[in-house]
């Protein structure tokens, strides 16, 4: 496996929607298909509203079928 790593410094709370391009595109859409992932694992200092609000909007999109071939998300919660 090789290193598909993503790192987001969105300044919007919500970092999906944050890494919404200009044409429309979403750069993690793209990441997540691009690499074929098929789980992801979350991390950040403020898993209460940044990351719970992306993980939220990334299970959405993975429901409705926007993330495939995605299946787990999951969240490595650190406390500060």
Not at 41 to 57: A, E, S
Request: proline content about 1%; aromatic content about 6%.
């Amino acid at each position: 496996m090789g290193d598909e790593r993503m790192q987001n410094k969105s300044s919007h709370i919500d970092g999906f929607l944050g890494l919404m391009d200009e044409d429309g595109s979403n750069v993690f859409l793209n990441w997540v298909k691009t690499n074929e992932l098929k789980a992801i694992l979350v991390v950040g200092i403020c898993t209460d509203i940044c990351v719970l609000d992306f993980v939220c909007t990334t299970l959405s999109a993975r429901n409705l079928g926007l993330l495939a071939p995605l299946e787990d998300v999951m969240v490595y919660s650190c406390t500060t």
